[in-house]
């Protein structure tokens, strides 16, 4: 039976950072990984338009300064293809391909009580040889799970969708081979960051696009553009600069937030200040605004009404204008798409707007889609219709901890969680970027290597110590899931209809009523200084104990049932 020290299951940011450390420590580690190949999100991801909204040079890792000084980034939001290819040049220069496994799916992870061990059953059956396989077990002493907050697409559950003789597919499943769009009549369906990407980037090319929006998300431009040598060889210079302003700001980016109070300028001082954030690249609009943007219902509206009208100066047509105002929720209680010529799209003739919450899908056919109005006429339909996110991925794996608790059981109702990494009831099993951590709500990859550090951290002090068993407290937990759950209280998202919440229409259980509070808000410093705290407290809030199990690893553990 394969028996490793560590197990991480995943290839994407987080996976490739964890698998480095780990390998630098030397200690015996391997990566599984679904896909066939490693980069997660930007290894999917392939449609047109995909690309960063974190600064490049805020995105890529910061662990090593031999990479920061030869790798150039050639857009201030490089595309998916760059953004692979970074990946693949960090996992070649440093020799992390051979500790990954690919094709490997992982089905079933057990806590073996007895044997402090946790068993895993894969399925590699569909190894691209051809070969066919029951499954493998292999066994772990620890079990690192990187497998990402944005991993699980979902797709409507809509009549009829097998009929369709054209291409569909999902974002997420965009196909690797080019798709041929000139002349073609083309549905998007969904209007989230990577709808507002695809239809950005497509109506030019596309014959017809007709856009099926449900609701309209707050957007603004990301205002892209190249990166010459001379800029990067200043980046390079900043590069200690800018990872300490990402570490000081509660988002993780280069973005601070005015300390102005927002009722203590003038409006004019507002709109002055909203004006220069509007033409800056980036998160800027969201992240260097006002805080009480996030929090203050009256600021919320005003600043809404503001990039209202920026959108009414946008959209030739005022009927259209108005439908892609959105009503229900104030600009930044969901996550911002960042825009680019997304509402200049809409003056064009070939692009279509269907407003879905009047005139509902209710099938798909052979042709196209049918409305509650009309049937439409389509050679591709994309879904971009979003993920079962952050908790998805666990859900998928049939995750038991001690005495076969399952942990999907365990957060049928609410999720809990201690700092995000660790699970009472799962010993040995450490999320460096999970729900309740400050990944999600910050700079991703600033929060992986915050993350990816405080795990590897905690394995490093128990080898040091003796110790080969962590779990942590039930009262721990439940104190970091209180104060997950009370600083949503402050947050206006709290009411929105978002992934941040927990929504999902197409995933039983996870519609609008039930909050699911699976973000951490109190941003990036904060949640560094609290983890930091606990370890310098020799973990608190983690049993610790030298139990090795009765049986020493890598000696025939039978496999997962
Ligand atoms: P999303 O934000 O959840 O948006 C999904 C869209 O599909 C929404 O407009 C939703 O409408 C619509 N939809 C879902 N189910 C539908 C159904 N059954 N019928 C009709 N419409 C339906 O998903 P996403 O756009 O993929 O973005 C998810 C996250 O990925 C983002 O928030 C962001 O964090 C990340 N992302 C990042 C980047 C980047 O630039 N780095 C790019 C893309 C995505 P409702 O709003 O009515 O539910």
Same mark, same amino acid.
């Given at each position: 039976m394969e028996h490793h020290e560590v197990i991480v299951i995943g290839a994407g940011v987080a996976g490739l950072y964890q698998i480095k450390r780990l390998a630098d420590l030397g200690i015996d580690a391997v990566v599984l990984e679904a896909g066939s190949d490693l980069g997660g999100t930007w290894q999917w991801n392939r449609y047109p338009g995909a690309r960063f909204d974190s600064e490049s040079y805020t995105y890529g890792y910061s662990f090593s300064r031999d990479l920061l000084d030869e790798w150039?980034?050639?857009?201030?939001?490089?595309?998916q293809p760059e953004n692979l290819r970074y990946l693949n040049h960090v996992a070649d220069k440093f020799g992390l391909r051979q500790d990954m496994q690919f094709n490997c799916r992982v089905e079933a992870a057990h806590y073996d009580e007895a044997q402090n061990l946790w068993r895993l059953r894969i399925d590699d059956g569909r190894i691209d040889d051809g070969r066919t396989g029951e499954g493998r077990a292999l066994t772990c002493r620890f079990l690192i799970l990187?497998? &990402?907050?944005?991993?699980i697409p979902t797709l409507p559950r809509l009549e009829g969708m097998e009929r369709f003789k054209g291409q569909s597919f999902h974002t997420f499943h965009w196909p690797h081979e080019p798709v041929e769009m000139a002349g073609k009549r083309v549905a998007v369906i969904g209007t989230g960051a990577t709808g507002i990407q695809v239809i950005g980037e497509i109506a030019d090319k596309v014959g017809e696009l007709t856009v099926f929006q449900r609701r309209p998300n707050w957007s603004a431009p990301l205002n892209n553009g190249p990166i010459s040598d001379a800029e990067m060889a200043d980046i390079r210079r900043r590069y200690d600069e800018i990872f300490a302003t990402c570490a000081r700001t509660p988002g993780g980016f280069e973005h601070e937030p005015d300390r102005r109070g927002f009722h203590e300028v003038t409006r004019a001082e507002r709109l002055a200040l909203w004006d220069k954030l509007y033409d800056e690249p980036g998160f800027g609009i969201w992240l260097r605004n006002f805080k009480e943007i996030f929090t203050d219902e009256t600021a919320n509206a005003e600043f809404s009404e503001y990039i209202a009208e920026r959108i009414r100066r946008r959209v030739k047509d005022p009927k259209v204008a108005e439908k892609l105002i959105p009503r229900d929720h104030g600009f930044g209680v969901q996550r911002v798409p960042l825009e680019t010529r997304y509402f200049e799209a809409?003056?064009? @003739?070939?692009v279509h707007l269907v407003d879905i919450s009047e005139t509902p899908i209710v099938s798909v056919t052979e042709r196209g889609l049918r409305t509650s109005e009309r049937d439409y006429d389509f050679d591709i339909i994309v879904y971009a219709t979003g993920f079962d996110a952050i908790t998805g991925a666990f859900d998928r794996i049939d995750i038991q901890g001690v005495s076969g608790e399952k942990l999907s059981d365990k957060w049928r109702t609410t999720i809990s969680t201690f700092l995000g990494m660790m699970i009472h009831g799962f010993p040995n099993m450490l999320m @460096?970027? &999970? @729900?309740?951590?400050?990944?999600?709500?910050?700079n991703y990859p600033r929060g992986i290597e915050t993350g990816v550090n405080w795990c590897t951290d905690l394995l490093e002090y128990m080898a040091a110590h003796g110790y080969a068993r962590c779990e942590a407290t039930e009262t721990a937990e439940k104190r970091w899931t209180d104060h997950v759950t009370n600083m949503y209280a402050m947050m206006l998202m709290r009411k929105a209809k978002s992934w941040f919440t927990g929504y999902n229409s197409n995933v039983a259980g996870h519609e609008q009523g039930t909050v699911r509070y699976l973000v951490y808000n109190g941003g990036a410093p904060k949640y560094v200084n609290t983890i930091n705290a606990v370890a310098a407290k020799g973990y608190e809030g983690v049993v610790l104990s030298?139990?090795? &199990?009765t049986a020493p690893a890598g000696s025939q553990p039978t496999a997962v049932a």
């Open positions: 150039h980034w050639k857009e201030r939001f490089s595309g990187t497998l &990402g907050l944005l991993s809409y003056n064009r @003739p070939n @460096p970027a &999970g @729900p309740q951590s400050g990944s999600a709500s910050t030298a139990d090795r &199990g």
